[in-house]
């Protein structure tokens, strides 16, 4: 089976290292401002030449409370009236971008991120999906995978109708966690009843998919509350979870100075944590499909992954790699072809520099040779497991073992430890080594010793 794991305590402990989550490559910590908005039309021009499909991710950071974990773009406030000056802007940038693009480049895939998106109204939800209509080819059918992010806190069964209404078919819901104490040390107060209840909404009104998130090791977390939270998801039956490993990084993070350091969970805890989830999930039918994330076996992701199809960009693990990303609103990335950019992170400078009817690109990166032939070295071992040596010779023309040769010793320790199995022809990840495929890429990542580490989470 693919989702076949064996846990292997000595092994992760050695192999357990910060790193990249590798939803690029190269990632995001090699942006640079040398890349602006004529990188972009020319990006734009390309993919219209192309006729490729498209995936629209639209950045809402509005929300009007703080989780201390929190590491994403947010405008903490109260004031709704806040989000009017800031459609404006965003309205201005899906105009600007939409008018380089073909018209009949269809969306296959829509996602609304945030932030919480439905800190917005329902008037406001409207104006933002009809001019979205209008500027790009968006499905009617059904047929797209069109995603919002959900806080139950913030839902209810009218917003969900309204969401079906205007084409989303896919949810993702933030749970966390269920313990009253850790929702407290976390300010997430989240009822069970509520997040049931916006569930049982989704399921009503059909909506295709349904996603949770849960994080291990907050504070006041120990192995058997986390494992009665990850019981009672089971029994929401959610079609996908993502179980993410928390990283304290007070330092980078604002809100996570809140948080007590003397109540996060031991490392020795969180291993036990992620153990007890992945033994319960497996269980419970659940197929592993790499990284933090899970999945029912019907679901779209582990099919893919079956059929050596998934992929991996900045949504995570899709079914839609093949479609340019544009990334819409404040500190959003797109990747068009070989370009990475992204808007900048500063919701004053995004709004003041759309205003002059100038795009926000504040910085990002045009990929080269080596690092196109790597990124499709990570995508294959990430995604799948696997890696066959003639697919990528034949694809960028090389002679693999002659390319990666001053990587080959690490690559044997790595099969002497039992994380890969290495041949002539191949490289795959042993179920040992599934939980720490992060570690396996990073031998092939170019940059990754310039960098400080203590950017990235560890790997478990």
Known sequence: MLDAIRWDTDLIRRYDLAGPRYTSYPTAVQFNSQVGTFDLFHALRDSRKAQRPLSLYVHVPFCANICYYCACNKVITKDRGRAQPYLQRLEQEIQLIACHLDPTQKVEQLHFGGGTPTFLSHDELRQLMAHLRKHFNLLDDDSGDYGIEIDPREADWSTMGLLRELGFNRVSIGLQDLDPAV????????????????????????????????????????????????????NLQPDRLSVFNYAHLPERFMPQRRINSNELPTPAQKLEMLQRTIEQLLSAGYRYIGMDHFALPDDELAIAQEESTLQRNFQGYTTHGHCDLIGLGVSAISQIGDLYCQNSSDLNHYQNTLASLQLATSRGLLCNADDRLRRAVIQQLICNFTLEFSDIEQAFNIDFQ?????????????????????????????????????????????????HNRQRFSRVI
């Open 402 to 450: 002659g390319y990666f040769g001053e990587l080959w010793p690490q690559l044997q320790g790595m099969a002497k430890d039992g994380l890969i199995e290495l041949d002539r022809d191949r490289i795959t990840i042993l179920p040992a080594g599934r939980l720490l495929v992060r570690s396996v890429c990073m031998v092939f990542d170019a940059y990754l010793e310039q």
């Open 183 to 234: 929702q407290r040390a976390v300010n997430r107060l989240q009822s069970l009843e509520e997040t049931r209840a916006v569930i049982d909404a989704a399921r009503t009104l059909q909506f295709r998919s349904i996603n949770i998130d849960l994080i291990y090791g907050l504070p006041r977390q120990t192995p058997e509350n986390f494992a009665r939270t990850v019981e009672e998801v089971i």
